[in-house]
């Protein structure tokens, strides 16, 4: 096997993904570190012809991935990957796509998101006080993630351009650098002002602004943008101080959102905008932690929708 050309292959895929299909770059880098997998798996075995696999072959790379202990949803984009880069190859008119066709991903369970109760979520964005350093851009940025349901790499990736707290809304950019205009609710633009105007030194950062400080709205002592990392950090440490489950964190605020949104009675379209999902089925994930409201509407609109509780004498 030439594993040289297979490097090169998965190289000018990368670039494809980038350049064609607009691909975010943290989509990009997993779809690349998979079929980096695959090309050592494919070395390891010594793999004849790596553009015309068998379906046999790719059953043995399967079994490969399960040995290494992986996650089933891990297994999964490692195929999706693979299918992607094939139908590559065979737009390149280098390899056949028909075996990774073929290959069928493995059943993924649909686990119900993680999220927080209304009460928890109170107790999260109440839980930086005044004695906290950063204070006033903490409160601003937990505010911030549970307003706007933002990912956290749009947080810390939000410019102060994109904010506009007079009109009440900000612009961020999702997915493959797609903008969206997201709403603000009052306790977030207050604590946005209140961090922008003299927050935690906030304008002293952009006065003295080091590289990328003054464009990004959450920074660093040094008027550096937050890393993702650091957000997740800063998450979790308040979470502590509020006793909330170790599982929380950044995405769990979004998850909350969409939970509470669609609780208040908006609709499945309005949120897959405000989430930024490309497809209405990521959203319906949502649909699944709020059967209570299902329910209600059932007893209120079916005509025999209260039978049951009569039956049971519950109401």
Known sequence: MNLNQLVADIHAFRGYLKAERGMA??????????????????????????????LKDLARYLGYLHELNLASPTVARHIVSLRMFYRFLKLEERGDATATDLLGSPKLWERIPGVLSPENVEALLGAPVAGDRFCFRDRA????????????????????????????????????????????????????????AEGDGRTQFAKNPTEGGPAHVFVSRSGKPLTRI???????????????????????????????????????????????????????????????????????????????????GTS
């Open 141 to 196: 940025l937990l505010e911030t993630l549970y307003a706007t349901g933002c990912r956290a790499s749009e947080v810390v990736g939000l410019k102060l351009a994109d904010v506009y707290l007079d009109a009440g809304f900000l612009k961020c950019f999702g997915k493959g650098s797609k903008q969206r205009v997201v709403p603000l609710g009052r306790p977030a633009i207050a604590s946005l002002r209140a961090y922008l």
């Open 25 to 54: 770059e943290n989509t990009l880098l997993a779809y690349v570190r998979d079929l980096e997998r695959f090309a050592e798996w494919a070395a390891l075995v010594r793999l004849n012809d790596f553009t015309k696999p068998t």
């Open 230 to 312: 650091t957000l997740w950090a800063i998450v979790r440490k308040y979470c502590d101080r509020a006793g909330l489950p170790r599982g929380t964190s950044p995405h769990t605020l979004r998850h909350s959102f969409a939970t509470h949104v669609l609780a208040g009675g908006a609709d499945l379209r309005t949120v897959q905008e405000l989430l930024g999902h490309t497809s209405i089925t990521t959203t319906q994930h949502y649909t699944h932690v709020d059967r209570a409201r299902l329910k209600a509407i059932h007893k209120q609109f079916h005509p025999r929708g209260g039978q049951a509780d009569e039956a049971t």
